[in-house]
């Protein structure tokens, strides 16, 4: 069965920092490419980080600079540092792990950033 749980989500005030994490199973994790999502009520889920089985990344011009994705092969988990957080990175995160034509879902994690 696989799984992708997501976690370190929480309140941070606007200049502060979080560190997400997904830990996955069932999945050979290193062929992976891996990424992180978020979706903020009433938008659509926008890309934030991508992170290539090769560890290459890539990021929107809008976490660009503040966030860093990386992955650990050995512990099946993946990472968001996020620095410099303003209100508007208020969402529920979501990581994904895709492969050709396979697909997998965490459940998310809340991210709420106060003014």
């Known amino acids: 069965q696989v799984q992708l749980v997501e976690s370190g989500g929480g309140l941070v005030q606007a200049g502060g920092s979080l560190r997400l994490s997904c830990a996955a199973s069932?999945?050979?994790?290193?062929?992976?490419?891996m990424e992180w999502y978020r979706q903020a009520p009433g938008n659509q889920r926008e890309l934030v980080a991508g992170?290539?089985?090769?560890?290459?990344?890539d990021y929107p011009d809008s976490v660009k600079g503040r966030f860093t994705i990386s992955r650990d092969n050995a512990k099946n988990t993946m990472y968001l540092q996020m620095n410099s957080l303003k209100p508007e990175d208020t969402a529920v995160y979501y990581c994904?792990?895709?492969?050709?034509?396979?697909?997998?879902w965490g459940q998310g994690t809340q991210v709420t950033v106060s003014s």
């Open positions: 069932g999945i050979n994790f290193g062929i992976y490419r």
């Open positions: 992170i290539s089985s090769f560890g290459f990344t």
């Open positions: 994904r792990g895709r492969r050709s034509s396979v697909d997998y």
